[in-house]
Each structure stands twice: as C-alpha cells, then as structure tokens.
C-alpha cells in the first residue's frame, strides 16, 4: 500500500505517535510523563478539578487517573481536597511544586511541537488545527 492511499486514522495515528514519542523524550529530561504533564498543565488551567475531568482531559481512563494522581501527590505536586460544594467529590489541585514543575516543561513542549510541525506551512497548521478541533468536538 503506498502512502497516498492510507487510510486517514492510520496517517492520524502515525502522526500523533510521532508527536507524543517526541514529547516523552522531552519532558522525561524534565522529570515527568506525558500524562503527568497534560494533568499538570489542566490543573495549570483550571485548578480544583474532579478525577473524573481530569482523566477525560488527560485522556486515560478513571482507575489509571486515580494511580497518577497518587504519584504526583507523592511527589508534592498535586493535592487532594474535599469539594466545598459536594462533600462526596474529591477536588485534585496544583501545588506550587506542581506549577513549577508544568512552568519549567511548558517551553521545551511548546518547542518540540513546533519542530514536529515545522515543515508545515503556518496557515496551514491553523487550519489543521482547526480541523483537529473539529473532529476533536
């Protein structure tokens, strides 16, 4: 099968693969996983978030959420508070550790995925991305 005719999930798939091996080597120079860093940047973003918004924005399912938080909790990077809303919900939030360590990440992963992409065409990695969110959503 020649390149021109692989099936789009395939060449989607090749791409974040590329992507996401990419930013592991980067961020592992940093001290932190790729799914580490995507809970810290979300946690950057909006702090005091539910397991259950942070697994679907990290991408990983609820019980392997629940093993990386432990992990960061033990590294003093997040911590775990009861909702002040709903005492049955646990809230995970950054810690200043935490925000140290997304802050010190967030430039080399910014770098590597514009050298990823550096060959494409900067309108045209907008409209990839706008695309991406499209199908995303």
């Not at 980067?26 to 973003?45: D, M, N, P, V």
Request: aromatic share 4%; charged share 25%; with cysteine.
């Amino acid at each position: 099968m020649t390149e021109s005719v692989l099936p789009l999930t395939r060449l989607i798939a090749q791409v974040n693969r590329r992507l996401e091996s990419s930013l592991s080597s980067t961020l592992k120079e940093k001290g932190l996983s790729l799914e580490h860093f995507r809970i810290l940047t979300a946690l950057a973003e909006e702090d005091g978030r539910t397991m259950s918004d942070l697994a679907a924005w990290a991408l990983v399912d609820p019980p392997t959420m629940t093993k990386m938080v432990d992990r960061l909790v033990s590294a003093g990077s997040v911590y775990r508070a009861p909702s002040p809303t709903d005492r049955r919900k646990v809230l995970v939030f950054i810690s200043d550790h935490g925000r140290e360590l997304q802050a010190g990440a967030a430039k080399p992963v910014e770098s590597c995925e514009s050298e990823v992409f550096e060959s494409i065409a900067a309108g045209d990695r907008a409209e990839l991305s706008r695309i991406l969110r499209t199908l995303a959503n």
